[in-house]
């Protein structure tokens, strides 16, 4: 299936929506309310990939410390910032689709480190991101854009491959469900969540775009993925209603499947 699935918005229509909400999305505590557990996951999420970091290269003596983190659909910026708390100066490459947003997160990371600063526009199915470049890549509400399962196992080994032995991956994003009673629970859920925040109008608007923009795997399809590419070690750090955080490390001398 193409990126350009015509029952789902296109590229440049979802670039569209984020160019016009940069505003909301520069808040680290409320940016993300749609997101269960948003301010939780992203301190959860900076905290687990800097103490992985810490002791994946300590106990493997092949580097002093991480040096590079990439981070995917960074949007304003707010991982990366989250993380650099407890991971400072470290090189960032950031990548999103929208220009407006990509201009807000390089100006707020480039305040907060001392490393060098690496905008991509792009689409992360299309860009070159190299091969053992980072220690630390960051993908939050970004891969539910993925369509078909070509596009799952594309990005998924070109991730890995361009992280660099010992390296991690952390992942927080919507997820889909195996079982559709389950799925049907729990969106019913997450529905009375968003009337809640808002309203019954704001619960329809943010399934309407979800239904037209995303299309989310399984908690259990990505864990298995991240597995057959190659990484060793995978696991979950939250799961709350159709929302989880999760992630794996590239192991010493690790090498991709990618079958």
Not at 70 to 75: E, H, I, Q, S
Not at 114 to 143: H, N, P, S, T
Request: proline share 3%; net charge negative; glycine share 10%.
């Amino acid at each position: 299936m193409s990126k350009f699935a015509a029952d789902k918005s296109s590229v440049d229509e979802i670039r569209a929506r984020f160019d016009a909400d940069v505003e909301r999305f520069s808040n680290l505590e409320t940016g993300q309310s749609a997101t269960v557990d948003a301010p939780y996951v992203l301190d959860l999420v900076a905290e687990a990939a800097a103490a992985t970091a810490s002791g994946v290269t300590a106990s493997s003596g092949t580097t002093s410390g991480a040096k590079a983190v990439l981070d995917v659909g960074c949007g304003a910026g707010n991982y990366t910032l989250k993380l650099l708390e407890r991971l400072p100066n470290l090189d960032c490459t950031l990548v999103d689709l929208s220009r407006p947003m990509l201009d807000r997160a390089v100006e707020r990371v480039g305040t907060q480190t001392g490393g060098c600063v690496e905008a991509i526009q792009g689409d992360v199915r299309e860009i070159e991101l190299g091969e053992g470049r980072f220690d630390v890549i960051l993908a939050a509400a970004v891969l539910h854009h993925l369509r078909g399962d070509e596009e799952w196992l594309a990005v998924f080994e070109k991730l890995y491959r361009s992280l660099r032995p010992g390296g991690s991956l952390w992942i927080a994003d919507l997820v889909a469900h195996e079982m559709p009673e389950a799925g049907g629970v729990l969106r019913r859920r997450y529905g009375e969540y968003l009337a809640t925040l808002r309203d019954e109008r704001y619960r329809d608007e943010v399934f309407a775009y979800i239904e037209r923009e995303d299309s989310p795997r399984p908690l259990t399809y990505q864990l298995d993925l991240m597995r057959r590419v190659g990484f060793d070690f995978v696991d979950v750090l939250h799961k709350r209603l159709n929302f989880a955080a999760f992630g794996g490390i590239r192991a010493i001398g690790g090498v991709g499947t990618g079958g």
